[in-house]
């Protein structure tokens, strides 16, 4: 059966050739215009950020930086990199990312599983439980005293407990367990497979796309966050993230140009060679810092995109 | 938010700003006592027995510097070494109020805390100690410095809970800069002979007819800045061309004590009526309205700009990178930007030069309820307060970060300037230190006449100058630009911005619904049609009307009026 | 065996012998290892989630952090008099509508088109690059955007220059963009789409993986083209998730946003850009009023809850997937 479709492909593939439609061609002409224009206009501000970070910041402060730094200087990075907090800062943000993503992932999917379950009793009342949360919240204070009460200011489970599920994600999920064909489900229960065992053995791997997904989604979201940091762990600074000590780096730099001025008149004759930086060359080069890493992350997700992966999974 | 923000940069600038005695420039003292104790910094002065090691924990609501402890710096280990003290110092990164918040909901509290804007929900929280009796014990040099300063911090239980972050001490010392002004590019001066210019009209005229000579270069009367709460700049200016300091939101008369708003005022209209007209003349840059911050000081360092009015911290970062290059090629000084007292009228006065003005009460810093032993908090401020921990905290070691010559004046070499970066001052302390704490007020000066503000000392001004500098000056027959400003006026009540109000009493939202107003509707009018300027002015007048703007006013008269009772109980 | 059982008696049919809370309890010991697998999170739900709601009663006093529950001052209706009394309560809430709405239709229509036409790309490798480079100005915080697009913007900004350039505006007489007022919400809406385009489809295109590849094959014999095949088959393919997103984000339709209208938003604008989060910071947060800010939450909570289930229910009508 394999062979005989694979044939038939091959044959398709040549009658379609053929038939390549001049209407097809010039839809491909289209798109790929299209697709070149949205490049660059999606490429444009990350070349300027990095152009500004790689440009002098009293130089920068003139304007006129587009694609590339008028001034070359690593300056900038250096400064970031000068506080020695940021390293460790950054083992946290990993550590809080990976084991962050990987809880919620993992959480969000079993619970979506059972809302899949169109027979689960509690199947309606725990739905709407969990939706309605997305449109509500009690307020900063409240949520503050009951971090407070559950011990865990201070601790680096306040960057995962509270995000053990995220809705949009479980809803997501779900609608994508209830789209897997009914008759792989039922294969499984019939194979006599119990909740558990379906899950982790077929609705796990099947909806691997997803999961890279909400992976994607929950990660970004872990790797950015700094209120949290802020609101709970502000004073310890071993529980840190690479967002908040840049988040205070710009500060700093805020000041730090004020002082400036400050040098300015003292060094006068002299003070020509400062380097001083500048909020705006700070902003565009903690924007690089702190992206990156994450950005790297989503071509490796990519692999789980591929068409008909899921139906393919089924198959083999 | 607006305000807060503007507070503490402006409490900033203050710090910042730097001026020079320019009567008597120093040789007073013949012999300054054994060179201000600050080299023997080992030796804790009296008997005290040392204490044991304990460490603190601050919290600042002022985003200032990096997270640390305070004995991580040389000042700091010295100050430790005299006390035993040091200070784990944590700086605000988001919102303030939200920290401030969760604080008080949880009642647990840093040791001592810096609420900033948020200082009176911190004082109704209860979550400060008074300190009568602390400094009753243990405070002699508090009680020197601030004197009757601190019955003005007073709360409405009489005890004071509060230190004011400063207070003068010694003779009074002015900034050699004005603290704002109208600038204008040194090129435009040049080229009409150095004239002197006082008025509103001559300054635009001097432009305009500037932008006209030089036609082909595509130039730019002026701009000004109105992002976000930055708008003041664009909003203050009736106020400074009245012949009035920065007040705020009014002016206040020096005789009768009476506050008034100057938002709606003829002098706003006649200040938006010549910005209509440059407008008209394609002189003004329609995009100030539209710009951000970052915009608007690329602005000020395209050379196109021939003049705005601003505070100076606030265009700081454009007059550095301005300076630096006219430094490295001398012919780019034209570019540099010269500060003019203008007013609407030569017979007014200005006063765009800081004077002696009064405490200002709604900052502060406070030891809060959980601090486990606030003798030794008071202790450590007592010791700070001493004049020699003050030499310290900001010139710092003799021989290191400063010289003293034969008239025991103080001064910093050539080298030990270009030592002292950013990297230098975090290391040695002196960003840690320089407003963090109680300590002398910026136009302070210590008992044998030196300025505490090292950029104060006239000898340090005078060597920051370049030969331009030093050109346009002569040109003018001054020594700093502040003696082309008039002498500050004694105001008691100095800065009217300054009051201490509650975030939601009538005051603050009379002023957040002015800047609503004023944001609206000033842009229109500077870039209206002339003919339509007083249609849209009446519309604008009618909804300024809405606002209790006399409750406003009588609130800031009873404030300045108790200030200067305040200020004359003191003398 | 088990479960075997579970789907006889959870079947309509079965339905026979216990009624009512009975039923239920055997109904849940048969399913309990789906209640093993989901109940513990339902605390964690209440605890994370419910708990914190107590806060709602701040909107009802003059609240004083400081203060203990009990002793607070209780003022009744005032912070929501303030916020629906005020004349500017219908402009700022028609703003957040307007924005918001915009957001919701080209968000989804732009990712979705984008999804499609990456579906579209046979060369992998161009694909790939195309979704990678189209996600980054995700990453950019509204900030550092807002600051690209002013300049972008700006009369002397790439903009105004093509324009120029295009013979479409004059030297000298450029459009100040930001300056007027009827500008802002398709300003906003452009930057939003390019802001998070690339990121939007990420989601369609997981879907996607969902189409079985012989529905593709068995269109190119039938000689379908290329736009019938995405109408035909892409698009359906991935309904349910489009629809399913829909009705979550209708629920959102008083949440606009803040930083870019706070951002992008200036004296000239502000008829146009101030929405309820904005006028909540200036009165609220600004003057630490938590009260207000809670109020206008609540006012947004109850809309929320009546748009969602609203749109539920159509889908439902419609015989659409649904969120319950």
Known sequence: MENNAATSRTMRKAKSRIKASAGDRIFDYCNYTFMILLIIVTLYPFINILAVSLNNAQDSIKGGIFLLPRVWTLDNYRYIFRESTIFHATLISILRTVIGTVTTVFCSAMVAYTLSRQDYVLRKFMTIAFVLTMYFNGGLIPNYLLIRDLHLLGSFWVYVWPGLIGVFNLIIIRSFIENLPESILESGRIDGAGDFRSFFHIVLPLTLPVLATVALFSGVYQWNSWFDVFLYNSSHINLSTLQYELQKILQNSNTTSGTSSLDGMINGASGAQQNTVTPLSVRATMTIVASLPIIMVYPFLQKYFVKGMMVGGVKG | ?571 | ?324
């Open chain 3, 1 to 324: 065996m088990e479960t075997k059982a579970i789907l006889a008696t959870s079947g309509p049919a079965a339905n026979k012998k216990p009624k009512g809370i009975r039923l239920f309890f055997i109904k849940l010991a048969r399913q309990r290892a789906l209640v093993v697998m989901s109940v513990p999170f339902l605390i964690w739900l209440f605890i994370f989630k419910y708990v914190p709601i107590w806060g709602w009663t701040i909107a009802f006093q003059d609240y004083k952090p400081a203060l203990k529950f009990w002793d607070q001052t209780w003022i009744g209706f005032e912070h929501f008099k303030f916020l629906f009394g005020d004349e500017r309560f219908v402009r700022v809430l028609r703003n957040t509508l307007a924005m918001s709405s915009i957001n919701l239709v080209l968000g989804f229509v732009t990712a979705i088109v984008l999804a499609l036409l990456l579906n579209e790309i046979r060369q992998v490798a161009f694909k790939r690059t195309v979704q990678t480079i189209s996600y980054l100005p995700h990453f950019i915080s509204w900030v550092v955007a807002a600051s690209i697009i002013q300049t972008t913007l700006s009369p002397d900004g790439i903009l105004n220059q093509m324009l120029i350039w295009l013979g479409i505006v004059d030297k000298g007489n450029e459009i100040l963009f930001l300056g007027i007022p009827e500008y802002f919400w398709g300003i906003f809406g452009a930057s939003s789409v390019w802001k998070d385009i690339g990121w939007n489809t990420i989601v369609y295109l997981a879907a996607m993986t969902t189409i079985d590849p012989s529905q593709y094959e068995a269109a190119e014999i039938d000689g379908a083209s290329r736009l019938k095949r995405m109408r035909y088959i892409t698009l359906p393919g991935i309904k349910p998730v489009i629809v399913v997103l829909l009705i979550m984000n209708i629920g959102y339709l008083l949440e606009s946003g803040f930083e870019p209208q706070y951002l992008l938003g200036n004296g000239m604008n502000v008829d146009y850009s101030e929405n309820i989060d904005i006028f909540v910071l200036k009165y609220g947060i600004a003057q630490s009023n938590f009260s207000l800010s809670i109020a206008a939450g609540m006012f947004k909570t109850v809309v929320s809850f009546v748009l969602l289930f609203a749109a539920n229910h159509i889908a439902k009508r419609a015989g659409e997937s649904r969120l319950f």
């Open chain 2, 1 to 571: 938010m607006l305000r807060k923000r503007k507070l503490a940069l402006l409490g900033l600038a203050a710090v910042l700003s730097f001026s020079v005695v320019t009567a008597c420039s120093g040789s007073k003292k013949e012999n300054n006592n054994a060179a201000p104790g600050t080299s023997s910094p080992g030796v804790s002065e009296g008997t005290e027995p040392k204490k044991d090691k304990a460490t603190f924990t601050i919290f600042n609501g002022v985003a200032g510097s990096k997270d640390g402890n305070t004995n991580e710096t040389t000042i700091g280990k010295m100050l430790e070494d005299q006390t035993g003290v040091n200070f784990k110092l944590e700086f605000l990164v988001g919102d303030l109020n939200t920290k401030i918040g969760t604080m008080i909901a949880s009642n647990e509290y840093p040791d001592v805390l810096i609420p900033d804007a948020a200082i009176e929900e911190v004082l109704n929280a209860g979550a400060f100690i008074p300190l009568d009796d602390l400094i009753d014990k243990y405070g002699p040099n508090i009680k020197r410095v601030y004197g009757k300063d601190l019955d003005q911090m007073r709360a409405k239980d009489g005890k004071l809970y509060v230190l004011p972050m400063s207070a003068q001490v010694g003779n009074f010392v002015p900034d050699p800069e004005p603290a704002a002004a109208f600038y204008i590019q040194r090129r435009v001066l040049e080229e009409a002979g150095y004239p002197k210019v006082r008025t509103l009209d001559q300054y635009l005229k001097l432009i305009e007819d500037f932008a006209n000579k030089h036609k082909d270069e595509n130039l730019t009367g002026m701009v000004t800045l109105t992002h976000d709460w930055r708008f003041f700049a664009t909003s203050n200016p009736p106020m400074h061309l009245m012949g009035y300091p920065n007040d705020g939101n009014v002016m206040v008369d020096v005789n009768t004590l009476e506050a008034k708003t100057y938002s709606a005022s003829d002098a706003a209209k006649k200040w938006l009526q010549a910005l209509n007209g440059l407008n008209a003349k394609g002189l003004f840059d329609k995009a100030s309205f539209v710009d951000n911050y970052d915009q608007y000081i690329a602005k000020l360092t395209s050379h196109k700009v021939l003049g705005f009015f601003d505070q100076r911290w606030q265009a700081a970062n454009a007059f550095n990178a301005l300076k630096d290059a006219a430094r490295k090629d001398p012919s780019q000084d034209a570019y540099n930007y010269f500060p003019l007292p203008i007013t609407f009228d030569e017979n007014i006065p200005d006063a765009y030069v800081d004077g002696l003005g009064s405490v200002i009460t709604n900052r502060g810093i406070g030891i809060t309820v959980s601090a486990k032993d606030p003798a030794r908090i008071i202790q450590y401020f007592d010791n700070l307060l001493k004049e020699e921990n003050q030499i310290l905290i900001s010139w710092g070691i003799k021989g290191e970060t400063y010289e003293v010559n034969e008239q025991g004046r103080f001064y910093r070499t050539k080298e030990q300037i270009d030592k002292i970066d950013e990297a230098f001052n975090q290391k040695f302390g002196f960003k840690y230190y320089s407003w963090n704490w109680p300590s002398y007020g910026a136009n302070s000066s210590f008992s044998d006449g030196n300025a505490k503000g090292v950029g104060y000392q006239p000898e340090v001004f005078q060597m920051s100058l370049t030969e331009a500098d030093q050109k346009i000056l002569d040109q003018y027959g001054i020594q700093t630009y502040t003696q082309l400003f008039a002498k500050p006026l004694e105001r008691p009540w100095y800065p009217a911005w300054g009051f201490a109000k509650d975030a939601k009493s009538p005051e603050a939202m009379w002023e957040t619904k002015k800047d609503e107003l004023t944001k609206k509707y000033y842009p229109k009018l500077v870039l209206a049609a002339s003919d339509k300027f007083d249609t849209i002015w009446n519309d604008f007048l009618k909804e300024f009307g809405k606002l209790d703007t006399a409750g406003y006013e009588k609130w800031t008269t009873e404030q300045v009026k108790k200030k200067v009772e305040a200020a004359q109980g003191n003398s």
